[in-house]
Every structure is written in C-alpha cells, then in structure tokens.
C-alpha cells in the first residue's frame, strides 16, 4: 500500500530556511495530488499547500509568501520549503496524498517529523 | 482561528453514544463534501469519513457521518475506550480553492 516518510532537520534557527522532503512508496508521485500539513504543539491542523506531478501548485494563503512546494518525479518525492522562519513555526510537518480537488481527502499521511525553531 | 467551527471537547462513557458537530459556510461545507480525520494521542491523523458519510475499509460501522447545509456530523455509537482521540472535520473552501480544517473535537470516554 502507500507509504509516506518525511524526512529533514528537527531543530533550524529563526530566519533561516526550513527544507523536508516526503518520500512516497508504493505508488507513482505522478498520479494524484502531494500535500503538506502542520500542526503545532497542542493545536489543531493547518494546511499548507499542496503540488501536481507537473509543478502545478497550491499555497495557503497565509502562507504563501514564505512557502514553496517541489517535486521531483524521478526520485518519486516532493519537497516544502518555508523560509524566514520564526518560533511559530515549530510544529509537526505531515506530508499526506490528495485524492484529487474533486474527492479532496487527505490519505494515507506519513508519520510526521516534528520541527523546533529555536537559536 | 480555523475556517470550520468545532466544539473543542466532547465526552461519552463507554457504550453509549457521542455526536460531534462541524460548522462551516456557503464557500465550503455548504458546496463541498466533509471529510473527517482521527487522531489518537501521539499519532498522524488518519482519515475516517469521506465525502460526508463514507467509510474506508477497516473503519467500523459504528462510526458515521453526515451533512446538511453548512453543518456536518460524526457519530460515534458504542463507544471504547479506544475512541479517546482528536477528531477534525475538513472541506474544501471555493474561496480560498483549497482545503479547510476544523479546530479539532477531544473526546474523552469517561
């Protein structure tokens, strides 16, 4: 069955740059939308943005000025990266699969790698 | 402040039942179809009803959902000790072209 793993740095400073990647297993990156949500300590979930196979891409507004989603179809991943970073955003990151914009749930999720921003 | 509206707690003892409301709007519950999450403590969400009152296979039946107008509902009937969990609600927004989320519902079994 479908697989995701997040992967990337558990601890980045404020201002720098966060970078994770979502390895997808057990199926093709090139069906199907890739989708990033977060959720920080004890709070709810909120997403983040989600891409297509072809670069197609959606941000949430809030945002979408320090946010950028890529995929690379040939390793079947894709990747988040939220710059200008502040102690707000430290939270679990969720990379999970979206149906389609039609049947819009979010299956299966990857376990989820938590995040601390902090000097 | 999320864009769906969810009473952060709710509570039930075991064997009875326990319905959770998810209020939202005209640009997403009342155009779009609810899908509902389940997260136990310490876990990834995962998805428990789709498209208002779908299972996926391996959820039980004593789960369901349902949707009238800018509201939607999970039940939860027979209830376990294992259902101890977060539950969110979700939906696509028209305006915003993307997905939403409620702020989440903790049920506790009492």
């Known amino acids: 069955q479908v697989q995701l793993q997040e992967s990337g740095p558990g601890l980045v400073k404020p201002s720098e740059t966060l970078s994770l990647t979502c390895t997808v297993s057990?199926?093709?990156?090139?069906?199907?939308?890739w989708t990033w949500i977060r959720q920080p300590p004890g709070k709810g979930l909120e997403y983040i943005g989600y891409?297509?196979?072809?670069?197609?891409?959606n941000y949430s507004p809030s945002l979408r000025s320090r946010v950028s989603i890529s995929v690379d179809t040939s390793k079947n991943q894709f990747s988040l990266e939220l710059s200008s970073l502040t102690a707000a955003d430290t939270a679990i990151y969720y990379c999970?699969?979206?149906?389609?914009?039609?049947?819009?749930?979010?299956?299966?999720w990857g376990q989820g790698t938590p995040v601390t921003v902090s000097s | 402040q999320s864009v769906l509206t969810q009473p952060p707690s709710a509570s039930g003892t075991p064997g009875r039942g326990v319905t959770m409301s998810c209020s939202g709007s005209?640009?997403?519950?009342?155009?779009?179809?609810v899908h509902w999450y389940q997260q136990l403590p310490g876990a990834a969400p995962k998805l428990l009803i789709y498209?208002?009152?779908q299972r996926p296979s391996g959820v039980p039946g004593r789960f369901s959902g349902s949707k009238s107008g800018t509201s939607a509902s999970l039940a939860i009937s027979r209830l376990q000790s294992g259902d101890e969990a977060d539950y969110y609600c979700a939906a696509w927004d028209d305006s915003l072209n993307g997905p939403v989320f409620g702020g989440g519902t903790k049920l506790t079994v009492l």
């Open positions: 057990g199926d093709s990156i090139t069906s199907y939308y």
């Open positions: 498209t208002n009152d």
């Open positions: 999970a699969r979206l149906v389609s914009k039609r049947y819009n749930w979010f299956d299966p």
């Open positions: 005209s640009s997403n519950i009342g155009s779009n179809t």
């Open positions: 891409i297509f196979y072809t670069g197609s891409t």
